[in-house]
């Protein structure tokens, strides 16, 4: 059965359990799993690419076959799928799960994709088709989040970053947190920042160095600054980073304290956190105590106000902040 992304608010979801989401716009795709599916949920959110899960499929089957009985409500998200995948949905449909969800995460598929075939043709299962966004919409989102966010940016700066979305709000979103990190004592930005803020493609970008800060692996930090020559706005885009992802590790670490179920904890994080980060905030928050990152948060406030103090020098202030631990 064919739905359109924005038919689902006249969809009765509670009829159907296994959706296939396909197409190019893997930002929208994100939009409407978190809008329809995971807002206000409150069982267990498991995230796979299809690799895993097929290796995999007895052992999850036979977990969710229990659960449905007696367990709470889940929600199994498998990404990167493909053909393969198309004999373990007829195996699923066979078992009649209850209380489990399965949403099914492609790029584009073929008209003659098996896959697709099957969930258009079957009255059981849904599947929606994601195409990319015009300049329009993609304009009207960077528009609604200058606003939101009280940032200032000219008609031109609007159309770059729209230009380097290619169609996807996901690449979008990547760009404006950019921006987001950069702005946080700066609301008007300039095009020239923009410029070199969006156009970051270092072998190692700026969430790979901030993850590996926070997880402590020293010689991955090492070998990341030695093979990149950061400039002022790179180090500051870098610690803004660090901090805006120490504050979501805080408020993480605070809760496993409290539940003692780290995995629980990252599953019912909101928003939720994307199945590859999952490992990487799992070490982080198994790594740090709360007191401990309250004074880094601190401490990243204060290396900021040194960078831009130092301009010349930012590259040493980064380098020797990020080791010092």
């Known amino acids: 059965m064919i739905k359109k992304s924005y038919e689902l608010h006249k969809v009765n979801l509670t009829k159907y359990d296994i959706y296939l989401l396909y197409g190019k716009n893997e930002g929208l795709q994100n939009e409407i799993i978190d809008k329809y599916f995971i807002n206000n949920f409150e069982g267990q959110i498991s995230k796979y690419e299809e690799n895993e899960f097929i290796k995999n499929f007895n052992i999850i089957l036979s977990e969710l076959l229990n659960e449905s009985l007696f367990g709470e409500?889940?929600?199994?998200?498998?990404?990167?799928?493909?053909?393969?995948?198309?004999?373990?949905?007829?195996?699923?449909?066979?078992?009649?799960?209850?209380?489990?969800?399965?949403?099914?995460?492609?790029?584009?598929?073929?008209?003659?994709?098996?896959?697709?075939?099957?969930?258009?043709?079957?009255?059981?299962?849904?599947?929606?088709?994601?195409?990319?966004?015009?300049?329009?919409?993609?304009?009207?989102?960077?528009?609604?989040?200058?606003?939101?966010?009280?940032?200032?940016?000219?008609?031109?700066?609007?159309?770059?970053?729209?230009?380097?979305?290619?169609?996807?709000?996901?690449?979008?979103?990547?760009?404006?947190?950019?921006?987001?990190?950069?702005?946080?004592?700066?609301?008007?930005i300039t095009h020239d920042i923009v410029l070199k803020l969006t156009n970051l493609a270092e072998d190692h970008g700026v969430n790979e160095l901030a993850d590996n800060y926070l997880k402590k692996d020293h010689k991955r930090l090492s070998k990341i600054l030695n093979e990149n020559n950061y400039s002022n706005e790179d180090c500051i885009l870098i610690i803004r980073t660090i901090l805006n992802k120490s504050k979501k590790l805080l408020s993480i670490v605070k809760q496993y304290n409290k539940l003692k179920n780290i995995d629980k904890v990252i599953s019912n994080t909101r928003p939720p956190i994307f199945w590859k980060e999952k490992e990487n905030v799992k070490k982080q928050a198994l790594t740090w105590k709360i007191e401990d990152l309250n004074k880094k948060i601190y401490e990243l406030n204060d290396v900021e106000l040194l960078l831009k103090i130092n301009s010349d020098n930012s590259l040493n202030i980064l380098s020797n902040f990020i080791m010092s631990d």
């Open 73 to 188: 409500s889940k929600i199994l998200i498998i990404s990167r799928i493909s053909e393969k995948i198309v004999s373990f949905v007829n195996k699923i449909l066979e078992r009649k799960l209850h209380k489990v969800k399965i949403i099914l995460k492609s790029g584009i598929l073929e008209k003659k994709s098996k896959l697709r075939n099957l969930f258009e043709k079957n009255e059981y299962l849904v599947t929606i088709p994601f195409y990319e966004d015009d300049a329009d919409r993609l304009s009207s989102i960077v528009i609604e989040f200058l606003n939101t966010n009280k940032i200032k940016l000219s008609r031109e700066t609007i159309n770059l970053l729209v230009d380097r979305a290619r169609g996807d709000r996901k690449n979008l979103k990547n760009e404006l947190d950019k921006i987001l990190n950069y702005s946080f004592t700066k609301k008007k």
